[in-house]
């Protein structure tokens, strides 16, 4: 119905389409018009999340303001408190007008959660318990007898009615109709399922539906037959003795069944019901030994305490109460409020007397039924050797004897305490028999045993009398049948068990085949006939069904193969399942009960989480015997029971266990285990395929209230059965797609022969355009129906139309259908015109396109002859301009040979005089070096003697020094760390006193020889010099002078260092670096403990410390926090060796440029030495320096600048690849700083040059970004910890890209490079992409870290009670390192101010996983936080657009990327893609050609895989367009503006090389010109812009870069202006080469190389 008018009036809706158009709308738009989103205005009511826990999920608000167009609303509650919500995502929901309801879900004005809950909630109090959703009925439990609706006359109303038609409301017999129609047209088999949870009212549904079945059989045969009133009152007459047998008293339902049944009825063709069967599933036959408080046994138990006869009882049972018998006292609960055992037992006698049971068999069952009542009563002790012996402590009689006496089967207190064990038998026939007592327990679970036998062989024997009754003749069971499915409900009680399992895995599967029917088979059929279908979401079940069937390891399989071990126990079943299913989503952790793992386990089901638990836990918690899972599961009696119970003198009984001791008998080896799961779920899985072979008819029954009382209704409690039974989705489902199908053959058959022949010669033979007439004639609207390939699909209550077409009158309907056929053609008739428009249209174009393409394809042949012609001329003109260049070349080698021999003549004479010279020279070299000898020898002896003196004194005062710090060592213990390696002599001494050296080592001047001593100066000298040079000293922190060691080492040395620090705990003074592997000394702090004792140097490794070997960094730190004082370490001193060795230009101070050879050394210096005067030597701390650069300088050089603390060092190369390994090695020394931290570290790929030549490829590496923005590569891990790179790029700009579902690229930029980074995972690129901007550059400081607040709000969380799992309302707040938890009273107690500390704090680093939850908080918007130590964290959002929120928050900001395993590789997807077609200018290949030409280029590149695996190649591939080859021998040249040393606002002249020119000297593309500082240009003009000047590189030969001389300028707007400059040039030119003696024969003239 319409909404009512509200103030303000609504804007008018939009105006309607004229039905012509709406006619030629395209089908697929008419259906996406229907996809409209519903605009709020002012004033309209809207539905909102409940803000109360534990109250209504949703509550009533109004709009009160409309922003941005609808996108965001304000909502004011009902205590009138405003708030503002995104209308897009915010869990706001369009309300229905007040006091609006329909009898269909589907027919609502506005389908949501709380619209279908107000629905339901509405009918359910004015007693319309049944609701549709489409072609699914929703019963809701009344707890009421309403007598009215179930009456004859209601019965009569949905007779021959569909479901929905008019006029029929929503009810049970409707279901009931359509089956039964379905049986009788259709000739196939139909389904009628019940489900739903205990107490929800299934039972009696099935009731409903029997009696209605039973009345429309009736009404069809008229009762002809006198079998038809016995059969119907005897398919009636089952529920009471089946109730009475199968049904019991549970916590959540006062009659709930037991037992599973499908009953089925079977009609004859003429709609009589021919019989019926009943087929049962799993009683619960521990029930009849074992009952918890407040539940009852089975009602049969208290109905023969009540009323039955006295003989049948026995004298003992008559005189007890039901309080005095085990069976029953266990709970306190024996009668049931509003119901009468004594009644209840009349009904059931008069079952039996309806179904034929004579009276001797009703006496012998009850009799048995009381034997079963005294064997519950029956109690054991051990004796003092532990043997079963009967407690007589009752005073109530011999209940064994009586119990006897009833059954009559012999004395059973042998059995009970008992048992025979039958040897193996021998060849000769004979066997050994054993004769085994049981202890107390044994006995008693052999008693409990022996009744759930029994008691299931009656249960069985009852089930038969039935089908025997109601079978009908021989030919029944062929007959189609209506199957009605009344199963167990859900079950989840405080403690559950096998009958659970076994109940929940049933209802798991009902679920599975409801979503397959309505959603699965929906979206086949939809896509299968070409209807629109649009995707629902819905939660598949599938893994929890396979967790509990699936071979080899689902837990029915596990529970087979435990009963069968020897040692079987259910502690070591349960460890197994959570063992085997731990990494399952639908199996919780048992830590969430606080439960170990062998005392159950929790499966996550669709309608909730269930703990299934061992016998001994339900046994301590209830303080009552329950059976064990293996036992329930195990149906076997032991022989001598099937015996004697075999024997009996009661022919029922006798009857009963018969069979069984039959089979026994002929079994060659008595069975040991027969599985009740096994059986059940083959029973189970023959039922599903039943029901698939059926038409299913789908009851949802609903329990309003937990309290079983009328007129109160639960909104929770429905919303969730709702959302779990899938009524939901199923209402999405209706109202999207169309759930009437009719065939257009039946539409065609039925309705043909009632139309005019002006109908039929109008649509024609086809039966789709039939259906179609038949529709728009009968005003059936263009988005209620829809045609498929095969049928015609209906929306609900559209197909109304049609038997209302059968009951109109055929002169009425015929001139309708022939005015709509005739509107239709017409309209045909114009689409032919406009078709045919249309399709001369295009034939036009395309003859015009083909006319445009001859064209061009003229102008391409003429022009291709053209060039044909002028190639066959040029070819003769280069042949002929060889011939002339030989003729020229003969003569000039003939003028060479003439000039070389001259050359030689006069070489021979040069030569000559020069041997003459040498020779004098010599004499008079020999004489001066003598001279100079005699000098030096004089000059040395004076330094040596005065040396001897200096270095004698110095060791006087060293050995004293040494005396003394020996004589202090003594009195503290001495130890070697390295044991039995001895001590190796040490080569380098200290210039100073070595006080603090444990072990004396020889000095370096103990040497005697002079040279040493000679050496020794002057290296020290040469270190002095290298001081001076460097700069001195680095800001007074760390000591040069332990920078390097002062003397050479030839060998490794081992030795120990004994530092006294200044006070206890304090530091030592140097700073250590793991560089190789090894700890090693990587500074020495001036003034510190370790410069005072003067012994370390940079460089020394330290291998252990207080006589523990140290290999790790933390070692050695943790070893010098636990020493003393005075610490002792142990050094390796190994000889300092050159890592890397180049000759290289540094620049000078006045800005020249000299040749170096640096060198780096092991110890992470550099060493530097000029090669050119004046010669002088130096060196550089690499630790210390601040920072590289490589700078560009204006020519286009590449430089190094290395910072330090003092200086700035300016270095180029050769080479850009040596150049770019000098400063990679440099930057691996940087990065061991205590200030350069680790930022981020991961597997990522990298483009590289194919191996091929070709294209790229990516390749696997480990990259480690550093805080100072400096992203390293290494080749795996370990690399990476040893400081090993292969490549680093300072980072200044990254850019992140999805390229593909496969593919996620980040591109990072730095000055000189670019590297393109691949990962497949989104999350890990994100993750790349926020560290690479947070990273500072590398000139820049460290950004400290900002802990910002991510999201906050309100969330659920689950506390244990007493009573079980509540979930308490809590404040949230996510930040960049942690998650905050709040109760909601310290929430509301801070108010605006501050919240204080958390009383749950979750830090991000220990965040593994964030998902969402499955199970019941699915629906819940409930999430699940993974912890690192496999903790897990329940929340549940408010809403759906919180937890999508908070969870993307989660996965983005705080989980971290799990790193993959090295020598994984990603796929990357295979494309090939066109990047740029377009016209370019290309060089010639020959002189000979035209300079330039223009030609057309296709540039493609193919993706595909590479040699190695994971690796991906691309490669760059020319297409041909226009039978034109394109050449790719070189690459296309950049524009004018691109190249080196142009301006965007000059004209470059073209230069070619000279032909004399080397051809390794000769460039394909144009030479550099010189850099722009030093041009000279004349001023701009208005009329032309600078010409730069002509310029040309020479060729040299090991010396610097010399230049052609500055030309000048010349305006070029003007030809003599350019002819002038022209002249001067060459003029210019000419004049150079002759002041240089070289001889210029032209312009193109080069000088020699």
């Known amino acids: 119905p319409p909404p009512p008018p509200q103030p303000p009036p609504p804007p008018p809706p939009p105006r309607a389409a004229p039905p012509i158009l709406v006619f030629w709308l395209p089908r697929v738009l008419v259906f996406a018009a229907m996809e409209v989103t519903t605009k709020m205005r002012i004033g309209d009511p809207v539905w909102l999340r409940g803000a109360k826990k534990g109250g209504e999920p949703f509550e009533l608000g109004q709009v009160t303001n409309v922003q941005q167009n609808g996108a965001r609303v304000t909502v004011a509650d009902a205590s009138g408190a405003e708030r503002a919500f995104d209308a897009a995502n915010a869990d706001v929901f369009p309300a229905n007008p007040a006091g609006s309801t329909a009898p269909d879900h589907c027919g609502l004005i506005h389908l949501n959660e709380p619209s279908i809950l107000e629905n339901s909630r509405a009918r359910y109090a004015s007693d319309d318990i049944y609701t549709y959703t489409g072609k699914i009925l929703i019963a809701l439990n009344p707890f009421a007898n309403l007598s009215s609706i179930y009456s004859e006359e209601t019965m009569a109303k949905y007779k021959d009615k569909d479901v929905g038609a008019r006029g029929a409301e929503p009810h049970v017999y409707a279901m009931g109709e359509a089956a039964y129609k379905h ?157 009468s055992d004594a009644k209840d037992y009349a009904e059931t006698v008069q079952a039996m007397d309806t179904l034929g049971i004579p009276k001797k068999e009703q006496s012998e069952l009850f009799r048995v039924l009381s034997a079963l009542l005294l064997l519950g009563n029956i109690k054991f002790t051990d004796d003092a050797n532990d043997k079963a012996v009967f407690d007589e402590q009752l005073g109530k009689g011999d209940f064994c004897k009586a119990a006897e006496e009833l059954l009559a089967c012999g004395a059973l207190s042998k059995n009970l305490t008992s048992k025979v064990m039958k040897g193996k038998e021998k060849p000769d026939g ?94 086949v059929l939809h896509v299968k006939e070409g209807v629109p279908w649009k995707e629902v979401e819905y939660q598949d079940n599938t893994p929890c069904i396979e967790l509990m069937e699936k071979p080899p390891n689902g837990i029915f399989r596990l529970l087979d193969s435990q009963c069968k071990a020897p040692k079987a126990s259910e502690e070591a079943l349960c460890e197994q399942v959570n063992e085997t299913h731990k990494k399952g989503g639908f199996l919780a952790p048992t830590r969430l009960k606080r439960m170990r793992d062998g005392e159950g386990f929790i499966v996550r089901h669709y309608a909730g989480d269930v703990v299934y638990e061992t016998s001994t836990v339900i046994g301590k918690a209830t303080k009552v015997s329950e059976v064990s899972l293996l036992e329930k599961n195990n149906d076997t009696l032991q022989e001598d029971w099937l015996e004697q119970l075999a024997g009996s003198e009661v022919p029922l009984l006798k009857s009963l266990f018969s069979p069984g001791w039959e089979a026994a008998l002929k079994a060659k080896k008595s069975a040991s285990f027969s599985s009740v799961g096994k059986r059940f779920v083959n029973d189970l899985n023959s039922l599903l395929d039943e029901l698939k072979a059926s038409k299913a008819h789908f009851v949802r029954c609903i329990k309003p209230n937990s309290k079983q009382v009328k007129k109160e209704f639960e909104p929770a409690m429905v919303l969730d059965q709702l959302r779990c039974s899938g009524v939901v989705e199923a209402v999405r489902v209706m109202t999207e797609a169309y759930p009437t199908r009719i065939p257009y053959e039946v539409i065609h058959g039925r309705y043909a022969p009632l139309m005019g ?22 005003d059936v609207a263009p988005g209620d129906f829809a045609l498929g390939l095969t049928k015609l699909f209906l929306k609900v209550g559209c197909g109304v139309f049609l038997e209302d077409l059968a009951s109109m009158d055929t002169a009425v309907v015929v001139p309708l259908l022939v005015a709509k056929i005739a509107e239709s053609k017409r309209k045909k008739g114009a689409e032919k015109v406009i078709g045919n428009a249309v399709y001369g249209w295009f034939l036009r174009k395309r003859y015009k396109e083909k006319r445009a393409a001859a064209a061009l394809a003229q102008h391409r042949m003429r022009t291709l002859k053209a060039r044909r012609e002028y190639q066959k001329w040029s070819k003769e003109r280069q042949e002929r301009l060889k011939r002339e260049a030989a003729e020229r070349t003969k003569k000039e080698a003939e003028e060479k040979a003439m000039r070389e021999a001259e050359a030689e003549a006069r070489r021979k004479a040069e030569a000559e005089a020069s041997a003459n010279k040498k020779k004098a020279d010599e004499k008079a070299v020999a004489a001066a070096v003598a001279k100079a000898k005699a000098e030096a020898e004089a000059r040395v002896a004076a330094e040596m003697a005065e040396a001897e003196a200096r270095v004698a004194a110095e060791m006087a005062e060293n050995e004293a020094r040494n005396a003394a710090k020996q004589k202090l060592d003594r009195k503290r213990s001495d130890s070697n760390v390295f044991g039995s390696q001895p001590m190796v002599e040490a080569t380098l001494a200290s210039p100073r006193g070595r006080a603090g050296s444990t072990t004396r080592r020889p000095s370096f001047f103990d040497a005697a020889s002079n040279a040493n001593l000679t050496e020794a100066l002057t290296e020290a000298q040469k270190e002095k010099e290298a001081e001076k040079v460097a700069g001195g000293g680095i800001d007074g922190t760390m000591s040069l002078e332990k920078a390097s060691s002062n003397h050479a080492v030839k060998k490794e040395e081992y030795f120990d260092v004994l530092i006294i620090r200044d006070v206890g705990k304090g530091t030592l003074g140097i700073a250590v670096d793991l560089w190789d592997g090894e700890v090693t ?144 090695r440099l930057q691996e020394v940087i990065m061991l700083q205590e200030k350069v931290a680790n930022v981020a570290h991961g597997w990522l790929l990298k483009e590289e040059p194919a191996q091929s030549g070709s294209g790229t490829q990516f390749k696997h590496y480990w990259f480690v970004l550093f805080s100072n923005g400096i992203l390293m590569y290494f080749a795996d891990m370990q690399r990476a910890v040893l400081g090993q790179a292969l490549g ?65 709000g309100w969330c659920d969380l689950p506390r244990d009670t007493p009573e079980g799992e509540v979930w308490a309302r809590h ?77 993307s928050t989660l996965n983005v900001n705080c989980i971290p990327t ?151 300028q010349s305006c070029c707007c003007s030809g003599s202006g350019h002819r002038r400059w022209r002249r001067a040039a060459s003029v210019a030119r000419r004049r150079w080469f002759a002041r240089r003696g070289w001889r210029s024969s032209g312009r193109r003239t080069a000088p020699p190389s």
């Open 183 to 339: 049986v009788k047209r259709n000739k196939t088999p139909a389904a009628i399922i019940m489900s739903g949870e205990s107490g929800a009212g299934k039972t009696e549904t099935t009731k409903h539906i029997m009696r209605y079945l039973a009345w429309r059989s009736e009404s069809v045969s008229k009762k002809a037959e006198g079998k038809l009133d016995t059969l119907a009152d005897a398919i009636l007459g089952t529920n009471p003795l089946l109730e009475a047998f199968g049904n019991a008293k549970t916590v959540r339902n006062n009659n709930s069944s037991r037992f599973g049944k499908m009953m089925r009825l079977h009609f004859e063709p003429s709609g009589a019901v021919a019989g019926a069967y009943i087929k049962t599933y799993l009683l619960e036959k521990s029930r009849a030994v074992a009952i918890t408080d407040p539940e009852r046994n089975y009602h049969i138990f208290y109905q023969l305490c009540a009323a039955g006869p006295a003989e049948d009882k026995g004298s003992l049972l008559a005189s007890l109460k039901p309080t005095d018998l085990n069976m029953l006292n266990q709970s306190k609960c024996i009668e049931l409020k509003g119901k």
């Open 430 to 523: 004979r066997r050994s028999i054993y004769t085994i007592a049981y202890s107390a327990k044994q006995a008693g679970a052999v008693r409990d045993a022996v009744v759930k036998s029994i008691y299931t062989h009656l249960f069985d024997w009852i089930v038969e009398k039935v089908n025997t009754f109601i079978a009908g003749n021989e030919s029944t069971p062929s007959l189609p049948y209506v199957g009605l499915l009344d199963i167990f409900g859900f079950e989840n009680f405080a403690h559950n068990s096998f009958e659970q399992l076994c109940i929940n895995f049933a209802n798991e599967k009902l679920q599975q085949f409801f979503l397959t029917q309505v959603f699965k088979e929906e979206e």
């Open 757 to 778: 022949k002006e109908v039929l010669d109008a649509t024609g033979d086809e039966p789709a355009a039939f259906c179609e007439a038949i529709a728009i004639a009968c």
């Open 1081 to 1224: 000394v990587g500074a020495i702090t001036t003034g510190g403990p370790a410069d005072r004792e003067g012994t370390l140097v940079q460089g020394d490794v330290i291998k252990g410390v207080d006589g523990c070997p140290c290999n790790t960094i933390e070692e050695v730190t943790g070893m010098v926090q636990k020493a003393p004082k005075d610490i002792r370490l142990s050094i390796c001193r190994r000889p300092v060796s050159v890592v890397l060795e180049s000759m290289i230009r540094m620049r000078m101070p006045s800005g020249e440029w000299e040749p170096f050879a640096f060198r780096l050394l092991s110890n992470r210096n550099i060493e530097f030495e000029k090669l050119s005067p004046p010669v002088y030597a130096g060196e550089i701390h690499a630790r210390l320096a601040q920072s590289l650069k490589l700078v560009e300088e204006r020519g286009g050089d590449k430089v190094l600048e290395i910072v330090t603390g003092h200086k700035h060092f300016q270095i180029k190369c050769e080479t850009m690849l040596e150049l770019e390994t000098w400063q990679l």
């Open 1288 to 1352: 680093f790029i300072p980072v200044e700009n990254c850019v992140e890209e999805t390229r593909n579902a496969s593919m996620h690229t980040i591109s990072i930029k730095c000055s000189f490079k670019t590297w393109l980074l691949a990962t497949k995972s989104k999350e890990s690129m994100l993750q790349w992409a926020a560290s690479l901007k947070v990273a500072a550059p590398s000139d820049a400081s460290a950004k400290p870290a900002i802990d910002a607040v991510l999201a906050q």
């Open 1371 to 1447: 404040w949230f707040v996510l930040k960049s390192s942690a998650l905050q938890i709040y109760p909601e009273e310290q929430k509301k107690a801070a108010a605006k101010g501050p919240l204080g500390e958390p009383s749950a704090s979750l830090q991000s680093t220990a965040m593994k996983t964030a998902t969402r939850a499955q199970g019941a908080d699915f629906y819940k918007w409930g999430i699940v936080v993974e912890t690192t130590d496999g903790t897990l964290l329940r929340m549940r959002a408010t809403g759906q657009s919180e937890m999508r929120h908070l969870l």
């Open 1458 to 1608: 799990e790193v993959a395993a090295p020598g994984t590789r990603e796929a990357v997807a295979t494309l090939t893609e066109q990047l740029k077609a377009g016209y370019l200018y290309k060089r010639a290949e020959t002189r000979k050609a035209k300079p330039w030409g223009q030609r057309w280029f296709v540039l493609e590149v193919m993706t595909d895989a590479g040699p190695e695996e994971g690796t991906v190649v691309r490669t760059g591939q020319p297409r041909l367009p226009l039978s034109r080859a394109i050449a790719s021998a070189s690459p296309p040249r950049p524009p004018p503006s691109a190249r080196v040393g142009s301006s965007p606002t000059s004209t470059t002249r073209r230069t070619r090389p000279s032909r004399r020119a080397p051809p390794s000297s000769i460039s394909r593309m144009r030479p550099k010109s010189r850099p722009l500082s030093a041009r000279r240009t004349r001023p701009s003009t208005a009329c032309c812009s600078p010409r730069p000047t002509a310029s040309r590189a020479l060729w040299s030969s090991g010396m610097a870069t010399r230049r052609w001389p500055t030309i000048g």
